[in-house]
């Protein structure tokens, strides 16, 4: 398995901004940001194949999110824009060691995961 470590979750005003950072024991094949409130299932939100630097987002966050990757930190970022308070949730990064494709949503498809970075929004 690969170790992750996530940083850079904090609290923010509605309509800020905050970077996400993972960073790879290993470097893999795909990546992804999740988030998850109490209570809720845990929701995908963006996913990288390393090798390529394809992307894919959650409809929710599409057009406010950017996933992006620095290879040679071994290193995954979710640039986040525009954050309202439903953008409130625990924020996880797992790993994959292939490339995931229309199972990316899925928590299962995942075999690492890291301990999470919170994210508050509020008015």
């Known amino acids: 398995q690969v170790q992750l470590v996530e940083s850079g979750g904090g609290s923010v005003q509605a309509g800020g901004s905050l970077r996400l950072s993972c960073v790879a024991s290993?470097?893999?094949?795909?990546m992804a940001w999740f988030r998850q409130v109490p209570g809720k299932e845990r929701e995908a939100v963006a996913v990288?194949?390393?090798?390529?630097?394809?992307?894919t987002y959650a409809d929710s966050v599409k057009g406010r999110f950017t996933i992006s990757q620095d290879n040679a930190k071994s290193t995954v970022y979710l640039q986040m824009r525009s954050l309202t308070p439903e953008d409130t949730a625990m924020y996880y990064c797992?790993?994959?060691?292939?490339?995931?494709?229309?199972?990316?949503?899925?928590?299962?498809?995942?075999?690492?995961w890291g301990q999470g970075t919170q994210v508050t929004v509020s008015y």
């Open positions: 797992a790993a994959s060691p292939g490339r995931v494709f229309s199972g990316w949503k899925y928590p299962s498809s995942y075999d690492s």
């Open positions: 290993t470097y893999t094949g795909s």
């Open positions: 990288i194949y390393t090798g390529d630097g394809s992307t």
